[in-house]
């Protein structure tokens, strides 16, 4: 099965590439990328385009889109094993499709946790057999995600992780953090850190700060997040290890690792969700526990400073923290509710707004959705050079249109964005080879 | 005559019309309390239920008593605490509870914004009687009845709060009704115990209790909760009576005609000393009579009942 885009906006800073290009996809592989003299609407797709096709070529014509590559998402929950009620296999990376995201790393923090090698190959077979996008699982830090003693790294690097993280649970003990970082040297591969003091943040809620008082909500501290950041690059500066910092939401944490990076012994790099730049702690105000999230949505100044971290590359990555929850979980005295924000279907659209507001240009925004985060988990997607599996998310930004959270493909309908007038969706995306479109 | 929300779940959502009608309202029944025969037939037919979380004497007795009052059938609906979690959902509860026909919905819940909640899922009148640590409505309003009928206008006073303002939903509400009224809100307590952000909605905070009682009109000493205590929160009871508790010797710091207050219950000896709290100065126990005409005109206003 051949398929040819047509005369859509190529963007693919990881060859840079920035301009109308055809694209032919061959045998679930790019074939070839070529450019056209420039982007006209075609009477005659086939002849007029540059790569001669094949009479059996499926053509799908962008113009006025934007083709990128696959997006990859290095931070999500499918929640299986164990939660599928609150979602699947199948219905997270069906939703992550349905996003433009090809790639997915999912957390570990599922039941029973993902710390040993059956885990990860069950959840490797399952994405085979019914994922609609590629599954690479981030394994446990610590069996059990207890913080006490190391998972068998080797084992489930071998199996299919990519990446190891006790996400949700903090590494509490900076010695057992310590060995993590010095131990994944091994195999090269990052250590994710949850950045979240646990005895400082005490089962707080939401942002500490007048808001949380005035809702009579336990707040929790900027701090406890920058105090195990500031931790874990010391620690990565101590081990030499590869840190990644999860879902960065604070003005200091950003600071934090901008000067790491600039000292420049470490390897570390960070991630922030559409959320964090899109949102602040006033979306809890009514109570509502679509936007309980951890870490809790921040103040105005931290939205401004993680944007900043994004614009000058203190943020390497845009991630989503898909953390999809049941209705009548989320439907519930604010203390009660569970964190997170299902995150897949509105990823693009959110980012997108970074590009509107002139924080990103484009192919900076595709490298940090797409290219990096894939860099960073070792794998060779994120990009459409030729020879690469073919992942390509066509993105459609001309039609203004209403996030319907009562329409989400995921399973999990938790979303503070329902109702948000965004303009950037995808029209195509296509998974090695495999094509979804929408209208 | 009525409030204009159909709910009654913070100060936060009064504006200074609703907060004067119902004081003006709770003056009217303060009199219908000294009569001989202290029942009206205002809302006889209606219902109301006390919906209560938390376990509670006071509050539940005086919304109890006030609903009597008014002749309104009132039913107590206890939950226990351990079924906050794993029992059936706030929800649906609150959902049978409307289905059984009650009108008034008088809620106690240790989860901030649970009577929000509520709210928006019922057609019955849902009434805050203390969330969490979010606001604590009726106490602020029957601690301003109190004020005025001790020292007439609620403008230009200076209130000295004095304690765990960072988990007192009593304070909360303070704050919010005395800044709307405008009086002059200090917040007096460890820095352990209240929040710095508290400035910014107008407050003045001490941590010396001598300097923060200067020149007050008014005196309100909140509980003091024993398990904060040894939690890092302050080191023991005694050395917090030291530096918090409320003795005649400090009293003189505050005006000569200051009105000490205590929504109840008290620790003696911990928060205020014996004879401060049976002395001259204090309203504490008008304070509780005044709990039932403001519960009463709570309750009446949200039946919509026109005069």
């Known amino acids: ?95 992550a499709v349905r996003g433009g995201i090809t790639s997915v790393c999912c957390m570990p923090n599922t039941n029973p946790v993902n710390d040993n090698s059956s885990v990860t190959e069950f959840i490797r077979k399952r994405a085979m057999q019914e994922g609609a996008c590629s599954v690479f699982p981030v394994g446990a830090i610590t069996k059990g995600q207890k913080g006490e003693e190391l998972a068998e790294f080797t084992m489930m690097y071998e199996a299919g992780c990519v990446a190891f993280s006790d996400d949700g649970r903090p590494v509490m003990d900076s010695l057992m953090m310590r060995r993590a970082l010095e131990y994944s040297r091994v195999l090269g591969v990052p250590v994710i850190s949850h950045c979240e003091d646990l005895s400082l943040s005490a089962g707080g809620v939401m942002n500490e700060g007048l808001l949380s008082a ?36 604070t003005a200091r944490s950003v600071e934090i690792i901008r000067a790491a990076k600039k000292r420049g012994i470490a390897d570390i790099t960070a991630e922030t969700c559409p959320h964090y730049f899109s949102i602040t702690e006033e979306a809890v105000r009514d109570y509502d526990t679509n936007a309980k999230v951890n870490p809790p949505l921040r103040r105005k100044q931290d939205v401004e400073a993680v944007r900043e971290g994004l614009r000058d590359g203190t943020i390497d990555v845009i991630a989503t923290d898909h953390a999809p929850h049941h209705a009548d979980e989320k439907e519930r005295e604010f203390d009660f509710a569970p964190s997170g924000i299902s995150g897949f279907e509105t990823s693009i659209g959110l980012s997108m707004k970074l590009v509107d507001d002139g924080v990103l240009s484009l192919a900076k925004l595709v490298g940090k959705m797409a290219f990096c985060p894939s860099k960073i988990v070792g794998l060779s997607k994120g990009t459409l050079k030729t020879g690469s599996e073919a992942d390509v998310t066509i993105v459609d930004t001309k039609k203004e249109y209403e996030v319907d959270t009562g329409k989400f493909v995921s399973k999990g309908r938790n979303s503070p964005f329902g109702s948000w007038m965004l303009h950037a969706r995808p029209a195509v995306t296509i998974c090695k080879g495999r094509v979804h479109k929408w209208k | ?157 200076e209130v000295a709060i004095v304690g765990d303002i960072l988990h007192s939903r009593v304070a909360k509400s303070n704050i919010y009704a005395l800044s709307k009224l405008g009086a002059g809100v200090r917040l007096i307590g460890p820095p352990t115990l209240v929040p710095p952000f508290m400035e910014e909605v107008g407050a003045t905070i001490f941590s010396d209790m001598d300097a923060g009682l200067e020149g007050a009109d008014i005196i309100m000493m909140l509980r003091i909760q024993m398990e904060r205590q040894g939690k890092g929160f302050f080191p023991t009871k005694e050395e917090y009576f030291k530096n918090w508790g409320l003795t005649a010797r400090r009293l003189m710091r505050a005006r000569k005609n200051a009105v000490v207050m205590h929504p109840g219950p008290m620790n003696r000896g911990v928060e205020i000393a014996s004879d401060v709290a049976d002395g001259q100065r204090s309203a504490i126990l008008e304070q509780v009579t005044n709990g039932l005409a403001v519960r009463m005109a709570v309750l009446y206003l949200l039946s919509g009942v026109k005069q």
């Open chain 1, 1 to 95: 099965m051949k398929v040819l885009i047509v005369n859509g906006v190529v963007i693919d800073p990881s060859q840079d590439v920035e301009g109308v290009c055809d694209i032919l996809i061959e045998g679930g592989r790019i074939k070839e990328v070529r450019k056209r003299k420039s982007a006209k609407t075609l009477k005659n797709r086939k002849a007029e385009s540059p790569i001669a096709a094949a009479p059996d070529s499926e053509i799908i014509d962008a113009t006025g889109m934007f083709v990128l590559p696959g997006l990859v998402d290095m931070h999500v929950h499918l929640r299986e094993p164990g939660f599928e009620y609150k979602e699947t296999i199948k219905t997270g990376t069906t939703a």
């Open chain 1, 214 to 249: 005035t809702l009579g909500l336990k707040g929790v501290p900027s701090q406890a997040e920058e105090v195990i950041v500031a931790r874990d690059v010391a620690l990565a500066e101590l081990t030499g290890g590869r840190l990644h910092v999860a879902h960065v939401s």
């Open chain 2, 1 to 157: 005559m009525s409030l204009k929300a159909k709910d009654l779940t913070g100060i936060k959502e009064l504006d200074v019309e609703d907060i004067e009608l119902i004081l003006e309202t709770a003056a009217g029944f303060k009199d219908v309390l000294g009569r001989d025969i202290k029942k009206v037939p205002a809302l006889r037919g209606k219902t109301a239920v006390n919906l209560f979380y938390e376990p509670s004497t006071r509050t539940r007795t005086s919304f109890e008593l006030a609903a009597k009052r008014l002749s309104t059938d009132v039913v107590n609906f206890s939950v226990s605490t351990s079924s906050v979690v794993k029992g059936e959902s706030l929800r649906d509860t609150a959902l049978t509870i409307q289905a059984l026909g009650a009108d008034l919905i008088i809620v106690r819940h240790p989860c901030s914004g649970a009577p929000h909640f509520l709210a928006r899922y019922l057609d019955a009148s849902v009434i805050n009687a203390g969330d969490g640590t979010d606001e604590h409505p009726t106490q602020a309003l029957l601690d301003l009845l109190t004020m005025r009928e001790k020292r007439g206008a609620i403008k230009g006073l």
